[in-house]
């Protein structure tokens, strides 16, 4: 490798970090709109818990959902609008897609980290006292080991890319060209499921599905989509206009 | 290359939750040879609100916040798109002094494409003219004022005087003609002009691009691009 190209390599890593850090900008609190959603969410359940005699049953919520899609819509809004400002003045697309992703995917890593210790907390109060089990609602995440970690943030960097695919597309092709692509999209599926009927695959299909444990599924075949939307992202950034 | 370039274009978009201050800051981390004083006394002289939201801002205001940018970049290559939109004569004058003082001290390229052609007519060292997206002007600044003059007198003079030059444009009230014409003008011609009675004038740099361009099909805004 030519020290030129070394140069060129350090001086991407350092724009990524320029772009990263142009997103604490306007406050470093929007990192964590996410969070504050979550324990919105987490704060109603444990009012509407502690009224009602729920506790007798064996209650849960999926109240947890919440900061999947608050961390989907925020990454989404935050590219599609921070895209035009930092491209447009002098940044490139590269180093935007890095440095935007980069932190996107930290912000998973850290809610990953923060929806463990509430799960670990969960388990060492008895379900809050309530039988209320906010943070484990499906009952995948049973016990404070790394899978219970990995539960929970793999699919939070699964929406976090998405998110980054979303904005980028949403800006490429603007509101009524996504809108045609979301259109396509739906009907393409639409085709594969009609297909699938069609040769009558599902039982093979629910069949592969059963054999899949839930936690294999939510930390191992989640990387395929994800892997696919970052790809994708990319692809459908560098095209994009200012 | 592109870390060392910054392109304020008329439609900067700006981040929804941005103010002012957001945008100062971002520009901040964004350019290496940002001028952080330089870039807050610019702002005290736009009369610009720090926490007002961008998206309230005038066109005006925008276009300020964009001069601004560009200004305190010291990008070594900077491009202004029509930064001027909005701005009043007292805003457009200050951006041009602040532009041509920093400039002297921190010399660079300055790319300013306008409609503006006269305002900035003492500005531009090079003048490139695009006419429906073909260059029909590229050329040093001093030597383009020289070579279109406007010659006025009697008719039948003015005439002999431009036989042999282009002859841009004519119009005339009576037994008075005025030819814009394009051609070096030496002391020798200055000479036969006295001789023949015809005036000849420098045309401003607006006039000489209006005269350049209304020989297209269309004639269009001429779009003044200079370095």
């Known amino acids: 490798m030519t020290s030129l190209a070394i140069d060129r390599r350090a001086s991407l890593a350092g724009r990524a970090l ?15 709109t996410p969070l504050v959603v979550l324990l919105g969410a987490f704060a109603v359940n444990l009012m509407v818990f502690s009224a009602n005699d729920l506790a007798s049953e064996d209650g849960w919520s999926g109240g947890v959902a919440s900061i999947y899609l608050a961390q989907l819509v925020t990454t989404w809004v935050s590219v599609n ?40 907390l969960e388990q ?11 943070f484990n609602p499906i009952g995948m995440a049973p016990d404070a080991s790394p899978r219970t970690f990995l539960v929970f943030t793999v699919p939070l960097v699964f929406v976090t890319v998405l998110g980054v695919f ?19 999209l739906f009907l393409l599926l639409g085709l594969v499921v009609a297909l699938i009927s069609y040769v009558d695959a599902w039982e093979a299909i629910a069949g592969w599905l059963s054999r899949q444990s839930p936690s294999a599924v939510l930390t191992g075949w989640v990387l395929v989509p994800t892997v696919l939307a970052a790809g994708g992202g990319w692809l459908v950034l560098r095209r994009a206009v200012p | 290359m592109l870390a060392r370039t910054c392109f304020v274009r008329k439609a900067q978009r700006y981040p929804d939750d941005y103010r002012v201050k957001h945008a100062l800051r971002a520009a901040a981390l964004l350019f290496p040879n940002w001028d952080e004083a330089y870039a807050q006394s610019l702002v005290d002289e736009f009369r610009l609100p720090r926490s007002r939201a961008i998206k309230k801002l005038s066109r005006g205001q925008l276009s300020a916040v964009g ?17 001027y939109l909005g701005l009043d004569a007292v805003a457009r004058q200050l951006f041009y002094d602040r532009l041509l003082a920093d400039y002297a001290e921190h010399p660079r390229t300055v790319v300013l494409s306008t409609h503006l052609i006269d305002e900035v007519a003492d500005l531009v060292e090079h003048v490139l003219v695009i006419d429906q997206g073909r260059l029909i002007v590229d050329e040093v600044a001093d030597r383009l004022r020289g070579q279109v003059v406007l010659a006025t007198g009697p008719v039948d003079a003015v ?11 004519h119009t005339g009230v009576g037994p008075v003609a005025r030819f814009t014409l394009r051609g070096e003008v030496d002391a020798a011609a200055r000479a036969e002009a006295e001789r023949l009675g015809v005036t000849v004038t420098p045309v401003s740099l607006q006039q000489l ?17 200079a370095a």
């Open chain 1, 18 to 32: 320029t772009v990263a850090r142009l997103q604490l900008v306007t406050s470093p609190l929007l990192l964590v």
């Open chain 1, 124 to 134: 060492a109060t008895g379900e809050w006292g309530l039988d209320l089990a906010f």
């Open chain 1, 166 to 184: 979303l904005g980028a597309a949403s800006k490429r092709y603007g509101t009524r060209g996504f809108l045609l692509l979301s259109v396509a």
């Open chain 2, 159 to 169: 005439r002999a005087f431009a036989a042999s030059r282009t002859v841009l444009h």
């Open chain 1, 81 to 120: 609008q921070n895209f035009s400002f930092t491209v447009g003045l002098n940044a490139t697309r590269r180093a935007f897609y890095l440095g935007s992703t980069a932190v996107a995917v930290l912000q998973s890593l850290l809610y990953g980290l923060v929806l463990f210790v509430f799960n670990t």
């Open chain 2, 209 to 225: 691009v209006v005269s350049l361009t209304t020989g297209a099909a269309v004639p269009t805004a001429p779009k003044e691009t």
């Open chain 2, 67 to 83: 001069v601004v940018i560009g200004l305190a970049s010291r990008a070594p290559l900077t491009l202004f798109d029509e930064p």
